[in-house]
C-alpha cells in the first residue's frame, strides 16, 4: 500500500513536468519569458518559480542602461529632475504665511536675534548658534547676507575664522566689539591679541566697545596711534586693578567724536580731562583713577562742560580737599544719579562744589573707617546744606516718605530714603522693593559709634512725611530708637526684621516725655506715645525667646490702645519660638497675618534636603 502510493504520487509528479516541459522552455528560449505564458498552469510548481524570475528579470532590464547613455546625460537627467524639485519646494513654501514678511521686517527680525547674542552662553562659551536663521531658507540667507547690520556684533570669543567673516559682511556697519582677556592674552604675540589688533583697524565703524582685563602693556600698544573713532558711543575700559597701573586713554582719540555718550574707565584714565572731549556725555563712570590726575579745578572743568550728564558714579576717583575756599559752584541740571566712594572730606569737597536737581538720586559711601563722629558734622553741614538749598530750576523737592535703616557687621551704618509710598502697607508682610533716591553707607567700626550716628544724623534728612519704616540687622537701645525716629508722626508701618524686632517693639510702649518731666511736677507727668500714626506692623524672622516674647508684646498694644494709638494689624512671617496658641492670645488684641512657622533659631538655617548650611 505504502509503496503503491509512492508510486503513484512519483508518477503524478513526472507527469506534471512533462506536461510543463513543453510549455516552457519554448519560451526560455530566444525570446524574452512572459509571465502571461508560464502562468498558464497557477497550480505548477516550476511554473510558479519561473513566474518570480521572470519578473525580477524584467526588473533587471528596465534598469539596464539602453543604447547611447553615457553618466554625464544621466547626471544631466538627475540635475533636471532636483532642479525642478526644488523649484516645487520653493513654491511650496511661498505658500507659508511667514513667506510674506518682506524683506524690511525679516532684517528686523535678525538684528533683534543677533543682538541677543551678547548675553547667550554655550558650555560656559558664547556660541554662533544664533547664525542659524541664515540657514533655514535660500531666501532668508539673502536677505540675512544682504543686512550689514546684522553682523556687527564682534565677540573676540569667537574663533579668528568667525571675526573675519563677521568683519567682511558686516560691510561698512557700526561695529560692537566685545573683549574678555583670559590666559590667551599674555603677549601682544598671542592670537587672540593680533585678531583685537585686526578688529582695531576698524576704529572708525566701532560704535560700542567693551574692553575686560587686558594688560596695561597691551592696551598701550593697541591703542598707539589709533586714528579718531568717529562712530564711537560707548566705551567701556576695564584693566586688571595695579599699583603700577599707567595706562592713559588719548584723549584725541575722542576729540572729533560727537557721539560719545557713555564712558567708563576703570583702573586707567585720560590723558587729559577737557570739556570738548567729554561735552556730550550723558553717563561717566570713573573708578580706581588716581587722584594726582585730576585736581579739583579739572573736575569742575570737566563737569561744567557736560550739560546733558544724567549719571556720574566715581569709585576711588576723587580729589584731595583743596586748600583754596570755596568760591564756585557747578551746576548739572540734567543729572539723575549722583554715586560717591571715597573719604568724607573727599565726599563733601565735592557735594559742596554742584549744584543738583531735587530729583537726583544720591548714593554715597565712605572707603574708609571712620576715626570717629567728628566727620559727622562736617557730612552733616554738607547734606543740611544741600537738602536746603533750592534746585537749579526751583523744583520743590518731594519728601521722603520711605526710610531703611539697616547695618553690615555691627560697624556700617547703612541709610535709605525714598519718595516712593507702599500705599497698602496694611498687606504687606515682606520689605517693599524700593528705589532710593539717596543712599549713605558709613563705616564707623563698632556698633557704638553706629548708634551715635543715628542719633546725630537724625537733623540732617526731613523725616517729617515718612510713612513706611524698614529696619534690619541693628541692636540698638530703645531710647536710641524713641529719640531717633519715634517722633516720626505720620509712620503708618513699620517693618523689623531679626535681632531689629526686640527693640522696635520696646520702642512701641508709651513713655514718659523726657523734656516734660523738668518742666512739670511729678503728678503730671506728659506721656509720649512714639509712632502715634502707626497703624503695622511687620516682624520677619524675628525671635520670641528672649527678649520679646507674646506677654510682653500684648502689654505694649494694650498699652497704646490705652493712649488712643491702636495698631490695626501684626504680620508675623518666619518667627521662631512662636506657637498657635500664642498667635491666637494675640489675635484677641489685633488682627494677625501669620504665616504658621513655629520653628526655632535652627530651624530657619535647614536647606529643603534638611541639611545644615
Known sequence: ??????????????????????????????????????????????CTFLRKAASNLNTIIRLTPTHGDTQQSVDEEIAKLEAALQECKERRNRLAPVSRLPDEVLSAIFLFVSSGAIKVLRNGKYSMKWVAFSQVARHWRMVALDSPTVWQLIRLDYSSACVHELLRRSGDASLTVLANASTQWQTLDSPKVKLLSTVLTHIHRIQRMQLVDIKFSILRALFKDLPVAERLNDLFIRAPLSPNSDFALHADMLANNQRLRNLTLNGCWLDRWDANVLSGLTSLTLWNVHDRFLSTDQALDMLQGMSALEYLDMYHALLLSPTQPLNR????????????????????????????????A?????????????????????????????SPANEERKPFTHLIVSCKGDRRLILKLSDSYVDDTLEQDQPSNVFPVFQLDLDFGTAAKVEEAIFNLRDVFPLQNVKNLECSALTLQTSTWVRAYGRMPNVRWIHASGETGPGIAHALVPRINPKATSQTSPESHEVMVPFPGLRSVTFFGVSFAEDLTVKLLIDYLQRRKRRGSTLEKLHLTCCYYLEEKGVKRLEKHVAVAWDGFSGNSSDLLMTEDGSDF
Open 362 to 390: 544720591i548714593s554715597l559711601e565712605s572707603d574708609h573707617t571712620l576715626p570717629g563722629n567728628s566727620f559727622i558734622s562736617t557730612l552733616r553741614l554738607s547734606l543740611t546744606k544741600f537738602f536746603a538749598t533750592p
Open 1 to 46: 500500500m505504502a509503496a503503491s502510493g509512492i508510486a503513484e504520487r512519483s508518477s503524478s509528479q513526472l507527469t506534471t513536468r512533462v506536461i510543463c516541459r513543453p510549455e516552457v522552455v519554448p519560451v526560455l528560449g530566444p525570446g524574452i519569458p512572459s509571465s502571461a505564458v508560464i502562468s498558464r498552469n497557477p497550480e505548477c510548481t516550476s
Open 329 to 360: 559752584v557747578v551746576s548739572l541740571p540734567q543729572l539723575k544719579r549722583l554715586s560717591l566712594t571715597a573719604r568724607i572730606p573727599k565726599i563733601t569737597n565735592l557735594l559742596d562744589r554742584i549744584a543738583l536737581p531735587t530729583t537726583t
